[in-house]
């Protein structure tokens, strides 16, 4: 009886495992070297268990999530660890390159490997978005490239804050809350959340300044820019659709779309 695998698995996985996990061993060779002068054993041991702690969330938290599914239930661990030793492995190689000084071979120690599961944690969240969509060597692919943009990103070293992603996404809502029941395709909404971001983002380094030392008005929780300018965006916006709207309704690009728009809005 023939393997019951589909060919992508019985055919072009294992040469292309095989190539890359000799590519890594040949890197392993030639480019790096263990870090043997750490002697404080305190340390050490909270480092491993740090380790032990993310490599268990990561091999069996994530790979029994997704388990119960029919077709997944015997491989979805095996499939995870898969591509958490590839990452891992892949993971540890760009930390040591691009965060450390090169002197001909990048140091490896304990405290290589909390990075390094975390950059492989992403690939094996966002996997679970494509599982029994994609194959196996498209996963193998997509670690490669998700860890290296990962790492990448860790190079930036806070340079693009959390807190104005949050309050770029807030106001975002904002301004699109008001006029959303008149915005009949999705880029102009995507446009209005776009410049209300940058509203936010730049009033976040700007306005401060104008603000206390200029006009004297305290904002401890940056309501101006959050809030106040993205909610003044929607509301000229709401106007300006409103009244565009009758011209709308005669074009035969929007017509439809705005009646329907409307219809929705009012519960007809």
């Known amino acids: 009886m023939g393997s019951k695998y589909p060919r992508s698995v019985r055919g072009c996985l294992p040469p292309w495992a095989l190539m890359l996990q000799g590519a890594l061993v040949l890197i392993f060779f030639f480019f790096t070297s263990y870090d043997t002068s750490s002697k404080d054993q305190k340390k050490l ?3 491993y268990q740090v380790v032990q702690d993310l490599s268990v969330m990561a091999a ?3 790979g029994f999530l997704t388990s119960s599914l029919r077709r997944h239930g015997w491989s979805s661990v095996a499939f995870n660890l898969f591509l958490l030793a590839v990452g891992v492995q892949w993971a540890v190689l760009l930390d040591g390159f691009l965060n450390q000084p090169f002197h001909g071979k990048v140091s490896i120690k304990l405290s290589s490997l909390p990075p390094a599961a975390m950059s ?19 996963l193998l692919v997509m670690a490669l490239v998700e860890v290296t943009a990962f790492s990448t990103l860790r190079m930036l070293d806070r340079r693009v804050l959390n807190t104005h992603i949050h309050n770029a996404v807030l106001a975002g809502g ?3 809350g008001a006029s959303c029941h008149l ?8 446009g209005l ?7 936010s983002v730049s009033g976040a380094v700007c306005l401060p300044v104008c603000l ?27 106007i300006v659709l409103m009244v565009l709207q009758a011209s709308w309704a005669s074009s035969p690009w929007f017509g439809p779309k705005s009646q329907n728009m409307e219809s929705t809005s009012c519960g007809k």
């Not at 492989?120 to 498209?138: D, Y």
């Not at 915005?183 to 995507?190: D, E, F, S, T, V």
């Not at 959340?193 to 509203?199: F, R, S």
Request: charged share 5%; no cysteine; glycine share 16%.
């Open 212 to 238: 206390h030392r200029v006009l004297r008005i305290h904002d401890t929780s940056g309501v101006h820019y959050t809030f106040g300018l993205p909610g003044l965006l929607g509301g000229i916006t709401y």
């Open 45 to 47: 041991l909270g480092t």
């Open 174 to 176: 904002v301004a699109v």
């Open 183 to 190: 915005i009949p395709y999705p880029p102009l909404a995507m």
């Open 60 to 62: 069996l938290g994530l």
């Open 193 to 199: 959340g776009l410049v209300a971001g940058l509203i």
């Open 120 to 138: 492989a944690t992403s690939v094996l969240i966002s996997a679970g978005a494509v599982l029994g969509k994609a194959s196996l060597v498209q």
